[in-house]
Nanobody, 115 residues
Framework: QVQLVESGGGLVQPGGSLRLSCAAS????????MGWYRQAPGKQRELVAT???????NYADSVKGRFTISRDNANNTVYLQMNSLKPEDTAVYYC?????????WGQGTQVTVSS
């Protein structure tokens, strides 16, 4: 079983930065596609960024140039560096690990962008 724990959310002003962390229960990054999703109030959960075991990156158009997904294999941790934050980035952010059709989810961490 894979367990994921997100942290790093909070309140930040527009234009500010925040780094989210996702700690995995084991060394899974070589086999799983890691991803960050977010869900704003009244909206569907959407894909933000993905990182494969081979290092392939993918970003939603809405966050390209502002967000960066990365990993630290030694600490079994995936990060989402968020810069130039906008109010529309406000959402609960979820870490995801995918192996074929098997999905694992973290509990989520709240990010609020407001002045």
């Amino acid at each position: 079983q894979v367990q994921l724990v997100e942290s790093g959310g909070g309140l930040v002003q527009p234009g500010g930065s925040l780094r989210l962390s996702c700690a995995a229960s084991g060394n899974i990054f070589s086999r799983y596609v890691m991803g960050w999703y977010r869900q704003a109030p009244g909206k569907q959960r959407e894909l933000v960024a993905t990182l494969t075991g081979a290092g392939t990156l993918n970003y939603a158009d809405s966050v390209k140039g502002r967000f960066t997904i990365s990993r630290d294999n030694a600490n079994n941790t995936v990060y989402l560096q968020m810069n130039s934050l906008k109010p529309e980035d406000t959402a609960v952010y979820y870490c995801n690990a995918k192996l074929y059709q098997l999905y694992y989810w973290g509990q989520g961490t709240q990010v609020t962008v407001s002045s």
